[in-house]
């Protein structure tokens, strides 16, 4: 047994040496927000934060993430009650069209906004150039970005 900490809680899981943290996380954890898009690292569906920094679940072996934090998009906002800065964003620019590729987009925005608050357009297409969007939504996803910028910016000058 492989004991893991995603979103705050431990889970008790049966991962076998190269077993994907994708698929514990879905199928042995009951969270299905993290989505499978390729199972190559190519598409950013699967984004999680270990430790703060965005992976490629799909390809991270589950007992590596041992003793390690593991956020989810179910774990990003403040608390069950509230939508993150960043999924508030969303919405507010209409950003999903069929919306598969939005939780591992958002987990991307997450952390390049932990680390930068304030990104330029290049440092922004250069974090999220990683994460396809099929449905060719990268101006809304900038946008979005923009805008939990410039929310998370006001917020922290009150």
């Given at each position: 047994m492989t004991s893991l900490t995603?979103?705050?809680k431990e889970y008790k899981v049966d991962a076998t040496a190269g077993m994907p943290l994708l698929w514990v996380i879905r199928e042995q954890c009951g969270l299905t927000g993290t989505k499978f898009g390729c199972g190559i690292a190519q598409c950013g569906a699967c984004t999680v934060h270990l430790d703060g920094q965005p992976v490629r679940s799909c390809i991270?072996?589950?007992i590596s993430a041992e003793g390690k934090n593991i956020t989810t998009i179910e774990g990003i906002a403040p608390d069950k009650n509230t939508l993150h800065i960043v999924q508030q964003a969303w919405i507010e620019e209409q950003t999903p069209q069929c919306g598969y590729c939005q939780s591992g987009q958002i987990m991307s925005a997450v952390a390049l906004?932990?680390?930068?608050?304030?990104?330029s357009d290049e440092e922004i297409d250069a974090a999220m150039s990683g994460n396809i969007c099929r449905c060719g939504m990268y101006g809304r996803i900038k946008s979005a970005i923009k805008r939990a910028s410039a929310a998370l910016q006001s917020s922290t000058s009150l």
């Open positions: 995603i979103n705050g991270t072996p589950a906004l932990n680390e930068n608050p304030s990104p």
